[in-house]
């Protein structure tokens, strides 16, 4: 659960950024707001405040944290199956 803390707090603020990027429309001028992620994210770091990169912070923790425990649990899984393949295989 620790590493689901980790991974959603570190990707969070790209997720939102990308999300802003996703949805971002021409302005009147004609030209997107937005040049790339990290365009996005000052700017919403400016206009927002820097806490706000982490909104849906709980609800992106949910979807995440169960993803990261069984990846983690599958890797240790294999890890041994082929270890105590690669020690009979001696």
């Known amino acids: 659960m620790v590493s689901g803390f980790a991974s959603s707090f ?3 603020p790209f997720d939102n950024a990308k999300t802003k990027l996703q949805k971002m429309d021409k302005g009147k001028d004609g030209k997107y707001p937005y ?3 990290f365009d996005a994210m000052s ?3 400016k206009q927002e405040g820097f806490t ?3 909104g ?3 609800t ?3 979807r995440i ?3 990261a425990v069984i990846t983690l649990l599958c890797q240790d899984f294999l890890t041994e199956r082929v270890n105590q393949w690669r020690r ?3």
Do not use: C, E, F, R
């Open 43 to 45: 700017k919403a770091i």
């Open 35 to 37: 040049k790339h992620i």
């Open 10 to 12: 570190v990707s969070l």
């Open 56 to 58: 849906g912070y709980l």
């Open 88 to 90: 009979n295989k001696d």
């Open 65 to 67: 944290a169960p993803h």
């Open 60 to 62: 992106y923790y949910i």
């Open 52 to 54: 706000h990169m982490w």
